[in-house]
């Protein structure tokens, strides 16, 4: 269902301060030259095969390139090299607010979110109260999104996201945030979805939801592939590699 062949990514560091005028008048004044745009390679050569109904999670310490590899994956971002092949629709929660209009209320917010997931007017109208109900936000369905906190922003992204079951979903450390019993309840959603044939990709830093919840893990270290394997093994090695074991 999904495949990465060979896919590398490259940002070129300092490149949005070579840009700003603000830097270039400093610059200028000060009579400095101009740093060097600096290559950091994020992801170099992953090679992964995920078929329908897996459930993969992706462990590695901060700056290991589990983002970006989502973002690849969702289409976000374009591979510096390499192909991805995605059959199947995607729903993304990689980072909290995207697809929403901090400006817009909370019930505006669920009619913008949800067209741009691509679901059908007549699909969120018919599941708006569900919607409702398992964010837990009845109180503040005429509040701005802006005055949200980030546990709220979650709770309406993941209960928009998964309204409707997805071919695949992506989830990247948005369970870790809102308080226990919302995150248990959203566990328990993931685990009907997986059980219904959703394939999951699924990046988050508590080993425990890794082994409970995934088929397979992956171990990202310094954009490589370091480990893939049942998470038990993989959750444990990258356990004791992190505590210098």
């Given at each position: ?38 290559e950091f390679w994020a992801l170099r050569d992953i090679n992964i095969h995920i078929n329908k109904g897996e459930v ?190």
């Amino acid at each position: 269902m999904i495949t990465l062949s060979n896919v590398s990514m490259k940002f070129n560091l300092g490149i949005e301060k070579n840009f700003s005028f603000k830097q270039l008048f400093v610059t200028t004044l000060s009579f400095k030259k101009k740093p060097k745009k600096e290559e950091f390679w994020a992801l170099r050569d992953i090679n992964i095969h995920i078929n329908k109904g897996e459930v993969i999670g992706f462990v590695g310490s901060n700056g290991a390139g589990k983002s970006t590899l989502l973002k690849i994956v969702s289409g976000v971002m374009k591979p510096t090299k390499g192909k991805v092949v995605v059959n199947g629709v995607i729903s993304p929660m990689i980072e909290l607010g995207a697809g929403f209009d901090a400006e817009l209320t909370a019930r505006e917010n669920i009619f913008l979110n949800a067209a741009i997931l691509g679901y059908s007017e007549k699909i969120i109208k018919d599941k708006f109260q569900e919607i409702v109900d398992f964010s837990e936000l009845h109180d503040f369905l005429d509040v701005p999104i802006k005055n949200f906190s980030s546990g709220m922003t979650a709770r309406l992204a993941f209960s928009i996201a998964t309204i409707v079951e997805p071919e695949i979903l992506i989830v990247d450390e948005i369970l870790s945030v809102g308080d226990i019993n919302f995150q248990e309840k959203s566990k328990r959603k993931m685990q009907q979805m997986i059980g219904g044939g959703t394939t999951v990709l699924f990046v988050s830093h508590s080993l425990d939801a890794i082994k409970n919840i995934c088929t397979k893990a992956v171990w990202l270290e310094q954009g490589l592939v370091k480990m893939i394997d049942k998470p038990d093994i993989v959750c444990d090695a990258y356990y004791k590699q992190q505590m210098g074991q």
